[in-house]
Nanobody, 116 residues
């Protein structure tokens, strides 16, 4: 069983920063791609960023240059550093294992609200 536990969400003013963290257990973490998704109110869940086991990353266009995904293969954690936040970044953010043991895995989500 894979367990993903997110933390770090909260309320931040526009232009501010947050760092999300996801603790992962139940996988061979260093061999597992990891991703962050988000779901804004009334919208579909969307991929925000992905990091491969070897380190290369990919981002959705709207967060390029502002968000950074990273991983710690010693502590089995994945992070999402979010800078220059705007109200359009308001969403529930989910940690994700795209594929392990023939399925995808999700955390419970952490809420990010960007508002003045």
């Amino acid at each position: 069983q894979v367990h993903l536990v997110e933390s770090g969400g909260g309320l931040v003013q526009p232009g501010g920063s947050l760092r999300l963290s996801c603790a992962v257990s139940g996988t061979i973490f260093r061999l597992t791609a990891m991703a962050w998704y988000r779901q804004a109110p009334g919208k579909q869940r969307e991929l925000v960023a992905l990091v491969t086991p070897g380190g290369p990353t990919n981002y959705t266009d709207s967060v390029k240059g502002r968000f950074t995904i990273s991983r710690d293969n010693i502590r089995n954690r994945v992070f999402l550093q979010m800078n220059s936040l705007t109200p359009e970044d308001t969403a529930v953010y989910y940690c994700n294992v795209p594929r392990y043991r023939d399925r995808t895995w999700w955390g419970q989500g952490t809420r990010v609200t960007v508002s003045s």
